[in-house]
Nanobody
């Protein structure tokens, strides 16, 4: 089993920045990729960004709506990924979830059911 713990959410004004963290524990060495999803009120959970977290890897993938504003990164020594969110917009308001997947990852998947482990979520609210 892998446990994921997110932190860093909060309330920010439009145009501001936040940094989310997600620390993996347990059998973290079984994980090949980690990602951030978000779910706004009344909407389905959607992929935001993901990263290959193998020691030799590092490829990333972003949904178009956050390209140029959000940056995902990793610290393998800490089994932690980060999401730096800049130029935040009210439409970025959502609960942000960290996710991890086992096995081989060729391309970072965007589907919810491609991930095996989930964090509890952290609220991000962007006021206009």
């Amino acid at each position: 089993q892998v446990q994921l713990v997110e932190s860093g959410g909060g309330l920010v004004q439009a145009g501001g920045s936040l940094r989310l963290s997600c620390a993996a524990s347990g059998r973290a060495n079984s994980v090949s990729a980690m990602a951030w999803f978000r779910q706004a009120a009344g909407k389905e959970r959607e992929f935001v960004t993901g990263i290959d977290i193998t020691w030799s890897g590092g490829s990333t993938r972003y949904v178009d709506s956050v390209k140029g504003r959000f940056t995902i990164s990793k610290d393998n020594a800490k089994n932690t990924i980060y999401l730096q969110m800049n130029s935040l917009k009210p439409e970025d308001t959502a609960v942000y979830y960290c996710a991890a997947r086992r096995g081989i990852t060729i391309r970072i998947p965007i589907e919810v059911d491609a991930y095996d482990y989930w964090g509890q979520g952290t609220q991000v609210t962007v006021s206009s």
